[in-house]
């Protein structure tokens, strides 16, 4: 496929999108069961024979047809037939598997600290003074040079900074007992439901995911989302999370001859579902930025309505697949859709999105001055390669095959907060609970014995009557003692990068 334009669909010319035009971001929207993921599959494998790399969500498990060479079928030979497209050779792209739960791909992993309290907060759903407490335990735990990896360190670090708010109250502000609870309790949610296996190291090294294959092709990264679309939350958040260490990672190129890479964000609407405004300026912000650090960025959802204005302003590719105009916010999104493109005088688009049969969109791509299409109603051409999923041994050898496989499926462990509050908690024990053999006059049987030159202070013991620190008091204790000697170490630690100014 030439560089100089990749051929997504027909109608009455050949509408093409220039590679050195990708990075300015995209949608792909309609109902269910009128194209939209076949338009992603075609998309995503025309940008991996030019040498770009793709990063996809596979939310429904069909993805995986995209490693393996299509078949003629009967539809398939009619839409090339009609389509006109002579020889059209079938192909897989390659592809490299991944999954948060280590099930169906390479495990995916991110640390508590790289995480940052604001994207945990909209995790756990979080409000406003909790949240506040969230940002507060990072602070005590940078202050103090722990390292925060994974769940364990959090909840020790969250049930330090519970134990001994008072110590902590003057530095950085009040630490309810009630906002300790809703965290502690929100961490135990997401642990039954798996999400504590997001956390860990290695963590996920991102230019594992722009990676080029011996034919210069570039790597289709499919991450398995149908079992984390349980919890859209964390579905969302996690790519949040991608795409925000993007930004922050990349070094600027500005506008590069093709992309770097390629970013689907399938289920768009679930981002934008109850974010708060501070984090919604930050993913705007994003959005607008790494375009310049050569990522383009495609939303895919059902209903334009799904995106917010300030960012669908800036997805300056449009595929639009049909739309049900039933109830009134139906009608209204269709309005609002047809008012997106480039008017076309020869079509009537808001009529046009209610009659597109499945397979045919409203294609606009923006031309070679960076000015958006006239809008054209046009047939999506058929992919390359097999439309669904594959077998799962087909999909093991893959993983097998993988110059990656080993690497992210062993966990490591390494020192961080919970084994350094540990190892002290448990010597602060053993230090107040030894105790001395007693003299005779102290176990009754004689006299008071003499105070000697040498004797410049006198002994003290725990009272017999006193309790014993627990694990946690003693923890809390020798770890408060330690902040003094410690201010000023920070932890490398990214929260959606330097548009919130943290220092990495």
Known sequence: MPA?????????????????????????????????????????????RIGVPVFLAD??????????????????????????????????????????????????????????????SRLLNLNDVQSGVLTIVFRIADDSGLLLLDFKDLRTMVQYAGDHYQEFETEYGRVSS??????????????????????GEPALNLDDLIQTDSRGRGIINILAADKLMHNPRAY?????????????????????????????FDEAHLLFNDTPDVLMEKIEQVVRLIRSKGVGIYFASQNPLDIPDRILGQLGHRVQHALRAFTPRDQKAVRAAAETFRQNPKINVEKAITELATGEALVSFLDAKGMPGVVERALILPPRSLIGPIE????????????????????????????????RAERQLTEQTFQPPLSPYEAGRGEPPRPTSRQNKATTRR??????????????????????????????????????????
């Open 4 to 48: 100089e334009g990749l051929l997504i669909a027909k109608g009455e010319n050949d509408l093409v999108m220039l590679p050195r035009m990708a990075n300015r971001h995209g949608l792909i929207a309609g109902a269910t069961g009128t194209g939209k993921t076949v338009s992603l599959q075609v998309i995503a494998e025309n940008f991996s």
């Open 178 to 199: 009630a906002s300790i609870g809703a965290i502690q309790r929100g961490l135990l949610t997401l642990e039954e439901q798996g999400a504590d296996r997001f956390f």
């Open 236 to 264: 969302s958040t996690f790519l949040l999370r991608l795409m925000a260490e993007l930004f922050e990672s990349l070094p600027e190129v500005g506008d590069p001859e093709k992309p770097r890479l390629i970013f689907f």
């Open 463 to 504: 009272s017999p009557g006193r309790a014993k620190d627990s694990l946690i008091e003693a923890m809390a204790k020798s770890a408060a003692r330690s902040v003094g000697s410690q201010i000023g170490r920070q932890i490398l630690r990214g929260v959606l990068g330097s548009i919130l100014g943290s220092k990495r």
């Open 392 to 423: 799962p041994e087909v999909q093991r050898g893959i993983l097998s095959r993988s110059v990656l496989s080993g690497y992210y499926d062993r966990v490591v462990e390494r020192e961080s907060a919970y084994e350094i509050l540990r190892a």
């Open 59 to 120: 939310v429904k498990g069909d993805m995986g047809g995209i490693s393996q060479p299509g078949r003629p079928a009967p539809k398939i030979q009619e839409r090339i037939e009609r389509l006109r497209l002579g020889e059209y050779s079938f192909e897989g792209s390659p592809v490299a598997f991944w999954d948060v739960f280590g099930e169906k791909g390479h495990p995916v992993r991110t640390t508590i600290s790289d995480m940052g309290p604001l994207l945990l």
